[in-house]
Nanobody, 111 residues
Framework: VQLQASGGGLVQPGGSLRLSCAAS????????TDWYRQAPGKQREFVAR???????NYGDSVKGRFTISRDNAKNMVYLQMDSLKPEDTAVYYC????WGPGQGTQVTVSS
């Protein structure tokens, strides 16, 4: 199983980005998918989760700003990030079931 996070970039505070998690070799809808992030010098932080039954959970720091979703037809999981803050700057990773983290994607929030 290979996981690939994409969609990161440089965005101004208050802006939005949508991250994608592509999984090859498994079916994402059968498992829990988690998004994590890690900033330089900091511990890995839980960001969001979607279960096989589409129950969603969020880390306290992103509640109300980030939304996790899944497209079963495309076998993709997304993380919509709105109202971004400089403290959201990190490398974002996805885990699917027992697999991961795969290659992350850098998100930089800066003016």
């Amino acid at each position: 199983v290979q996981l690939q996070a994409s969609g990161g970039g440089l965005v101004q505070p208050g802006g939005s980005l949508r991250l994608s998690c592509a999984a090859s070799g498994t079916i994402v809808s059968r498992y829990v998918t988690d998004w994590y992030r890690q900033a330089p010098g900091k511990q890995r932080e839980f960001v969001a989760r979607i279960t096989s039954g589409s129950i969603r959970n969020y880390g306290d720091s992103v509640k109300g700003r980030f939304t996790i979703s899944r497209d079963n037809a495309k076998n993709m999981v997304y993380l919509q990030m709105d109202s971004l803050k400089p403290e959201d700057t990190a490398v974002y990773y996805c885990n699917v079931g027992p697999w991961g983290p795969g290659q992350g994607t850098q998100v930089t929030v800066s003016s």
